[in-house]
C-alpha cells in the first residue's frame, strides 16, 4: 500500500485511493472466506468424517493382519486330533445351519428376512475377525474337555 509520508500534508491522489480500496477489499475477502469456512458446518463434519473413516479402514486393516497372525499361531499350536475334532464340529455346525436355514426361510416373516440379511452381510464383511475369535474359543472348548477326559 503507498502511503505518503507524514510531513508531507498532501492528500493522497485517485490512484492511491484506487489502490488503498483495492487493498482493503482484499483484506475484506479473505477475512469474509475465513469466515465462511469457520461456519461451514456442513463441510468441516464431512471432513471430519472423512478423516475418521480413514482411520476406522487403517484400524480395521491392522486388527485383521494382527487376527491372521493370532489364528496362525493358534492354529501351529494345536495338536493334530484336536484339528480334526474341530473339523468334525465345524461340519457339523454347517449341516445344523443349513436345516436351521431352510426352517428359517419356510417360517420367517419376509421383513425379519430382511433385516437378518443386512446382518449376515456385515457379518461376511467382518468375517475374519469373527473366524478367528471362533477359532480361539473352539480350541480353548475343546483343550478344556480334552483335559478332562
Excluded at 436351521?100 to 457379518?123: C, I
Aim: glycine share 4%; no cysteine.
Amino acid at each position: 500500500m503507498t502511503r505518503t509520508p507524514a510531513n508531507q500534508h498532501t492528500p493522497p491522489t485517485p490512484a492511491e485511493l484506487r489502490e488503498q480500496i483495492e487493498h482493503t477489499r482484499h483484506e475484506l475477502g479473505d477475512t469474509v472466506q475465513a469466515l465462511a469456512d469457520k461456519t461451514d458446518v456442513k463441510a468441516r463434519a464431512q471432513q471430519k468424517a472423512g478423516q475418521l473413516k480413514e482411520q476406522a479402514a487403517v484400524k480395521a486393516g491392522e486388527l485383521e493382519t494382527q487376527a491372521a497372525k493370532t489364528f496362525s499361531q493358534v492354529q501351529d499350536k494345536l495338536p493334530q486330533p484336536l484339528k480334526e475334532k474341530a473339523a468334525q464340529a465345524a461340519g457339523q455346525a454347517r449341516a445344523a445351519a443349513a436345516q436351521v436355514g431352510r426352517m428359517w426361510e419356510e417360517k420367517a416373516p419376509r421383513s425379519l428376512q430382511d433385516k437378518t440379511a443386512q446382518y449376515a452381510q456385515q457379518v461376511r464383511d467382518h468375517r475374519t475377525v469373527l473366524l478367528v475369535a471362533a477359532v480361539g474359543v473352539t480350541a480353548l472348548w475343546l483343550a478344556g474337555r480334552h483335559r478332562k477326559s
